[in-house]
């Protein structure tokens, strides 16, 4: 299976992340603490002018840095 990051998916896409990359610790927390862990399934539901990612019954919404630290490969 081919990774990717989650900014590459389109809208309704799912995929399953395999590791998340921040800029500093802190972001990194901040992420896992809203569920997104290696493992988690997401859905891409919009990409503009955020990107937001329903994670179970949640979604988040995440700017281009953020979303691009997640890598994800297709279900």
């Known amino acids: ?6 900014i590459e998916l389109k809208t309704g896409e799912k995929a399953t992340i395999v590791s998340i990359q921040g800029h500093n610790s802190a972001s990194i927390r901040k992420l896992t603490a809203f569920g997104l862990l290696p ?7 919009q990409t503009f002018p955020a990107f937001v990612l329903k994670v179970d ?3 988040l919404a995440l700017d281009y840095k953020a979303a ?3 890598t994800v490969v297709m279900r």
């Open 1 to 6: 299976m081919k990774e990717k990051s989650v």
């Open 39 to 45: 493992g988690t399934e997401v859905e891409m539901i």
């Open 57 to 59: 019954n949640t979604q």
């Open 68 to 70: 691009a630290g997640i």
